[in-house]
């Protein structure tokens, strides 16, 4: 067919503007993605044991803006989930005893590793106001450590982010930026879930069938396996362009440094645990802070949603510098080469012509979590339209 409008990568970027395109739009889209699946890194699928397993990491969605929710709702089915996280700590030194602890730290944390007195929010504040008096505890901070010591004390930063941000980032808290711990909340309640946000859901049959759903329109067309880059020349008369794959190599030939990422590897196990509703570990994401081991946390897939199966299946995670682009990495240096980048793509889009779009984390270098990837994407959608610049596709 002929195409109207390209659009590279076929995550939440890729296919939110997709469906946008072709519900108001008569554009004949063509979605590409360099994988054999589409869903981008929300891909998931049922293996073997009858288990739905996230192929790049957990995946929970959770949002407070209702524009969004309204838009993703209408695919797939969804149903309420409150994810929990528990972290795996030694107190002891030496000793191989360990105790397992909710994240964000709240007040059962502080109970169950180092005051079991602790029982108001104002127990709370007071304990933590004696733990951090000793402190530099007025920013600006210049670094991650003091950011999180500040507002932690030495004994939970060591616990629970000194060694956890060194296997994450392979760089200690204090040579990363002050913003990385600043975000890692901090309750001073007994609010021991993960998210905050008034809308937390998973999709009962999956993230996958939610994105079947969206790009199933006739105006859509999807061919996987198709690498941009090796393939850019075909697409040249395209009028208009949606790129959601990384920035650098959209670039490359301009002969700038790469983008620093962090990458992630997984490793999964099956247990047979014998019965359908028999679980492995005591939580569905278990975090790891110590370095007895080198993975980050444990993702134990069957809890989601209390799947059930004779045998259970568990992921870890290792971080890495090597291998596909998960999470860029914030210091100066970074944020500094990506904005030559973004003059570049600035310069692509062009006044006149704009004709190529960059959208979603890769293009942005921003981690995103799902639910602003798809704000973003409805975002652009109204600024395109209010500018106009859509006027001879939408006519
Ligand atoms: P995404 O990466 O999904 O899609 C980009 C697509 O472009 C990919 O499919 C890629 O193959 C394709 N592409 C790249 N280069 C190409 C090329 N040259 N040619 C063709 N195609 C190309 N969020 C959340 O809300 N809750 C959560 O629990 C999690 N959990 C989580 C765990 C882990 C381990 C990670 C790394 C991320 C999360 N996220 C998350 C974030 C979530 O994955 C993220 O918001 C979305 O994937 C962003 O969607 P995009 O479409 O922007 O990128």
């Not at 001073?188 to 790009?215: E, H, K, N």
């Amino acid at each position: 067919m002929t195409i109207d409008a390209l659009i590279v990568g076929a995550g939440f970027s890729g296919s939110v503007i997709a469906r946008l395109l072709a519900e108001n739009t008569k554009a004949k889209i063509l979605v590409i993605d360099s994988r054999d699946h589409i869903g981008g890194n929300c891909y998931d699928y049922v293996n073997q044991y009858g288990i739905r397993v996230s192929k790049y990491g957990a995946h929970l969605f959770h949002t407070k803006r209702q524009d969004v929710w309204d838009f993703i709702s209408s695919y797939g089915t969804w149903e309420p989930w409150e994810h929990k996280v528990l972290a795996k700590i030694y107190p002891r030194d030496g000793c191989d005893e360990s105790v397992h602890v909710p994240v964000p730290v709240c007040i059962q944390t502080i109970q169950q590793l180092y005051d079991p007195s602790i029982e108001t929010e104002e127990d709370m504040r007071r304990w933590l106001a004696e733990e951090t008096k000793n402190v530099i505890n007025a920013g600006p901070f210049k670094n991650s450590m003091e950011s999180a010591v500040a507002r932690f004390g030495r004994r939970i930063y060591n616990d629970f982010f000194r060694n956890y941000t060194w296997k994450q980032w392979n760089k200690y808290p204090e040579h990363l930026d002050s913003s990385v711990l600043e975000r890692i909340p901090l309750r001073y309640d007994r609010d021991d879930r993960y998210f905050t946000d008034p809308i937390q859901m998973l999709p009962s049959c999956g993230y996958t069938q939610v994105f079947d759903q969206l790009l199933d329109h006739p105006q859509i067309e999807i061919k996987l396996g198709t690498d941009y880059f090796l393939e850019r020349h075909c697409f040249n008369g395209v009028q208009f362009t949606v790129f959601t794959g990384p920035i650098d190599g959209y670039f490359a030939s301009y002969g700038l440094d790469r983008l620093e990422y962090r990458s992630l590897h997984f490793e999964d196990f099956n247990i047979n645990v014998e019965q359908n509703d028999a679980v492995v570990q005591p939580a569905s994401v278990v975090n790891e802070p110590s370095m007895r081991v080198p993975y980050t946390r444990t993702v134990e897939f069957k809890q989601f949603l209390n799947q059930r199966s004779p045998y259970s299946t568990l992921v870890r995670e290792y971080s890495s510098s090597f291998g596909e682009p998960y999470y860029p990495v914030p210091n100066d240096q970074n944020l500094e080469l990506y904005s030559k980048y973004q003059q570049l793509a600035v310069k692509e889009t062009g006044k006149e012509r704009r004709n190529v779009q960059f959208l979603g984390r890769l293009a942005n270098y921003k981690y995103l979590n799902m639910d602003q990837a798809i704000g973003n994407a409805l975002d652009h959608w109204q600024q395109w339209k209010t500018e106009g610049f859509l006027k001879e596709m939408l006519a």
